[in-house]
């Protein structure tokens, strides 16, 4: 395609057409600055008109392009040359704004309904939060209220863990008192139909204590052992006295017997060479007290361990104090 003016070749970046006749040419062949050309608007461009086909202007020369150094018309007219449509640039402007202003309008649109939403889910939230907070705080007063009744029952507990310890010794030292007038007798062989009186009776003879059996005895009889295994092994007898003090006087003289046996009292038979023991008799209590007194003993080299008036005693060696053992606390006495 060739330029009407100059007949010279056109390239699309350079040709302008003419809305009238058709033709098409050099934006330069036609009066336009490069500036003024660029400065045309497409939607312009397919209404623009050649100088000769716009009203009362004159044909445009055809013929070839000015000599070098002529002056030329173009210069003059290349501002009035210039065709912009004021009305199409309102109505683009215009079209431009409405559909601005419809898109403004439509994020106005989602942003109110996402604030009202987030508003919404806010206030949702915030009520939860009050209600949560309310709940935290009826807990903060429970758990006050189980404090103080907590610290409360823990008074009770404590008075009332000492009034157990307090009927637990009273138990303990009843249980000791009823026995304090008995004597335990160990290793005496059982035999069928046999008299306890009588053994009391040798016994006594034996140690020389003068005992009446009518007044001073107040019942004699074999105890079953607890927990004990060992049928083997002859029940214990207890003797029980009226007299307390008839009975500290026989046992201590019992104890100078040494290494009495059955036979010595006149028991015949398989166990009659079986050595007796004399001992207070002791409480449940008072019986593991003496064992690990006796362990304890042992283990830090104490010289003594025994049993007076129903009360366990420690000795290191003669020179040393005597320790009685009455409740568990006086066992870490022995170091």
């Known amino acids: 395609m060739d330029c009407k003016t100059c007949n010279g070749a056109l390239k699309a970046e350079d040709i302008i057409k003419c809305a009238a006749c058709n033709n098409s040419y050099h934006y330069v062949c036609v009066g336009l600055s490069e500036v003024d050309f660029k400065k045309i608007l497409p939607m312009n461009k397919i209404k623009w008109k050649c100088p000769s086909c716009k009203p009362g202007k004159k044909k445009m020369n055809t013929g070839s392009p000015s000599a070098p150094g002529t002056p030329s018309s173009e210069c003059g007219t290349s501002h009035s040359m210039i065709n912009i449509d004021a009305n199409a640039i309102m109505e683009h402007f215009d079209s431009r704004f409405n559909a601005l202003q419809l898109a403004i309008s439509s994020l106005k649109t989602d942003v109110n309904d996402q604030l009202m939403k987030l508003s919404a889910t806010v206030n949702s939230w915030e009520a939860k939060i009050n209600s949560f907070s309310s709940s935290i705080a009826n807990i903060n007063v429970q758990i006050s209220d189980l404090k103080d009744e907590n610290n409360k029952l823990n008074q009770e507990l404590d008075q009332l863990r000492s009034k ?30 046999e008299n306890l009186l009588n053994l009391v009776r040798s016994l006594a003879q034996k140690c020389g204590f003068s005992i009446s059996v009518d007044s001073d005895v107040d019942f004699v009889t ?21 007299s307390r003090y008839k009975k500290d006087d026989f046992l201590t003289l019992l104890r100078k017997i040494k290494n009495c046996t059955a036979r010595d009292i006149g028991i015949t038979g398989a166990q009659s060479g079986n050595r007796i023991f004399f001992n207070d008799h002791l409480s449940a209590r008072n019986k593991y007290l003496l064992n690990q007194a006796k362990k304890l003993a042992r283990e830090k080299g104490y010289v003594y361990c025994w049993v007076r008036n129903c009360t366990v005693m420690v000795r290191r060696n003669d020179q040393s104090p005597i320790i009685h053992i009455s409740s568990e606390q006086s066992l870490n006495k022995i170091v």
């Open 222 to 242: 074999r105890v079953a052992v607890k927990n004990d295994a060992d049928n083997k092994t002859p029940k214990p007898i207890i003797l029980k006295m009226h």
């Open 164 to 193: 157990l310890k307090d009927i637990s010794d009273n138990n303990q030292r009843n249980d000791q008192w009823v026995r304090r007038s008995n004597i335990q007798i160990n290793g005496i062989p059982e035999k069928k139909g």
